[in-house]
């Protein structure tokens, strides 16, 4: 029956010559980096220097986030192989990373069927297509796999690996010892370094193991992992990265990579023989998450197109027919070190799984890799709103602690950190920094459609001789028609056609008070800076209305694009040295349409 399986409904589309896919963004998603890879300064990295990270989840207990992502030295599938875990009270805020699985001897003389090559110094790759389990008696358990990958080409995840381990994670902070849950075949507690669960003298997690192996829904996760018959696997085909989550009828939707899908009736005991590709869902060989909303509606979140960009999310309010294609992450920051398999874009997108806790704000919280190289979580206000009708009227001093960037969007990296903070003299401004040579600071304002606008800012520079702020007026998908910018050299110039045009000089730590006058009907916009009137100007690309404000650290990016090779095979000279800090106070925001 049409009725009875995911799909699409709606008619926006992705452009893929565009980062962010000329969608309109969901009003006021935050993008946190949380994790930054480096290899040359790995005491910037939380002591560690491999950069390839991926596969990011996320869980909410104990009043706070849990982060855990997998991480190998260079490339995908590439051993030594480690599991890290991340902390957060608040979601912005992130300790540095753990090994809560550390590198998995593989025990030298091991073989695999059909391969020639024999274990020798050998450590696993790890893997994970669920990361956490809450039990009824609310203790947090936190898994990972390892696999075994003999040499180039092997996989790690063909069901010849060592096993699934599992561990406990205590309020303190600390975690209990390492045992398996669940051995591939050929591996058993005499041939591995650590004991199997059911050989633990606490009978509280051997009970939380046992109840995590009796819920068809997890270990339906362990698919790609497990031995091939493995009679725990309700539906045994090459379906990958399961995501699910219930009706309001109570039967099961699941999601898998290319948007696949089924629907369960028995809370995933049994699935039909086949999966369908839901209609009209654009998605490729990339995870696609599908959670219910403290609103009562459902969500997805995925990358509509062919590759991995941008990260954007579709609505429900029954669970099977989404709409509103928004965006959540447009950005591709640049990737720094080369590696197998390192795809360019936000990817990967976990939320918290049915039962992994819920955040008290009611707000959606997702997780995902940034080049499988960064980690990044997206806060998504709920409800979904992707429209503004109210003029902004904004002086940030003035405004609860806590609310100011309620409706603002913003990309905040470790190195190009987004946050409300002090100017000097002590008021409080949204502070864009930046000292990444890789990555810019972004934070954007969705305005009321208008075709004819004003806007009044305030603005304080800390620096005229580094950095750079471009402050943008944009249409609904992005176009920018009109672009101002603080340069390098203590100029403040505006964009007009290919070239730029100088307005004035400007100075350190001195206040500018903006007014800008705009019409896009006549194409025309005045500027008035601290009550002086600048030469008028014309817009470098023509709009239909103008709906965000975009305050930005750096040039505008188009690489990667379509046509762009897959494999980035080389790193980036000093790829984990840092730029000279430059910083930006944003004091006050208010716009008029007319």
């Known amino acids: 029956m049409a009725q009875d399986t995911v799909r699409y409904v709606g008619n926006t589309l992705v452009n893929v010559d565009y980062h962010h896919g000329q969608l309109a963004p969901v009003v006021g998603v935050h993008n946190i980096q949380v994790f930054r890879a ?81 274990a020798k110094d050998l450590y696993s790759v790890n893997h994970q297509r669920m990361g956490f389990y809450v039990s009824k008696k609310n203790r947090l358990m936190v898994l990972a796999y390892h696999g075994v990958v003999l040499g180039p080409g092997d996989d790690p995840n063909d069901g010849k690996g060592v096993g699934r381990v599992i561990r406990e994670v205590y309020k303190d902070g600390t975690y209990g010892p390492i045992h398996f849950i669940r051995h591939n075949k ?134 099977l027919n989404f709409d509103r294609l928004l965006l959540v992450n447009g950005e591709i920051s640049t990737m720094r070190y080369g590696g197998a398999y390192k795809s360019y874009g936000p990817q990967y997108v976990r939320g918290i799984n049915e039962g992994n806790g819920t955040p008290p704000d009611g707000n959606m919280w997702v997780t995902y890799s940034m080049n499988k190289e960064d980690m990044w979580v997206s806060k998504i206000p709920i409800p979904v709103t992707e429209k503004v009708t109210a003029d902004v009227q904004e002086d940030f001093n003035t405004m609860p602690a806590g609310n100011e960037l309620r409706y603002w969007n913003y990309n905040s990296g470790l190195w190009t950190p987004v946050a409300i903070g002090q100017t000097n003299a002590g008021t409080k401004a949204l502070t864009l920094q930046d000292w990444d040579p890789f990555d810019y600071a972004k934070a954007e304002r969705v305005i009321p459609a208008a075709k004819t606008m004003s806007a009044e800012f305030t603005l304080i520079p800390q620096q005229n001789d580094h950095g750079q702020l471009a402050i943008e007026f944009q249409d609904a998908k992005g176009t920018a028609g009109v672009r101002l910018t603080f340069d390098s050299a203590g100029n403040l110039h505006t964009k007009a056609g290919y070239r730029n045009r100088n307005l004035m000089k400007y100075t350190a730590g001195e206040q500018y008070n903006f007014r800008i006058d705009l019409n896009t009907e006549t194409r025309f916009y005045n500027i008035t800076v601290n009550g002086k009137a600048l030469p008028a100007g014309l817009f470098f690309a023509p709009l239909d209305k103008i709906e965000r404000i975009v305050f930005r650290t750096g040039e505008v990016r188009r690489f990667p694009d379509a046509d762009t090779p897959t494999d980035q095979n080389y790193d980036l000279p000093k790829g984990g040295e840092q730029a000279k800090k430059a910083g930006y106070y944003i004091t006050s925001l208010k716009t008029k349409s007319q």
């Open 186 to 319: 050929g591996w058993t507690e005499k041939n591995t370094s650590h004991p199997f669960y059911k050989s633990s003298k606490d009978k509280g997690f051997v009970e939380a193991c046992e109840e995590l192996l009796a819920n068809p829904l997890m270990t339906q996760q362990w698919v790609e992992e497990a031995d091939r018959d493995d009679p725990l696997i309700s539906l045994k085909k090459d379906y990958k990265a399961l995501s699910y989550y219930h009706l309001n009828d109570g039967r099961v939707v699941g999601l898998w990579k290319n948007a696949l899908t089924a629907i369960s009736s028995d809370n995933g005991k049994t699935w039909p023989a086949n999966a369908v590709r839901a209609p009209k869902f654009v998605n490729s060989n990339a995870k696609i998450w599908g959670q219910k909303t403290s609103d009562g509606k459902f969500a997805t979140v995925y990358n509509p197109s062919e590759f991995r960009w941008p990260l954007a999310l579709s609505i429900s309010s029954n669970g």
């Open 38 to 118: 480096n290899r040359e300064h790995p005491e910037w990295a939380g002591g560690f220097n491999w950069t390839y990270n991926h596969a990011p989840m996320l869980a909410y207990w104990n009043n706070q986030f849990y982060l855990e992502f997998l991480s190998n030295p260079i490339g995908e599938h590439q051993p030594p192989g480690q599991t890290f875990l991340l902390t957060s009270k608040d979601g912005y805020t992130w300790s540095k990373p753990s090994a809560v699985f550390p590198p998995y001897k593989i025990p030298d003389g091991t073989r695999k069927e059909g391969r020639t090559e024999v």
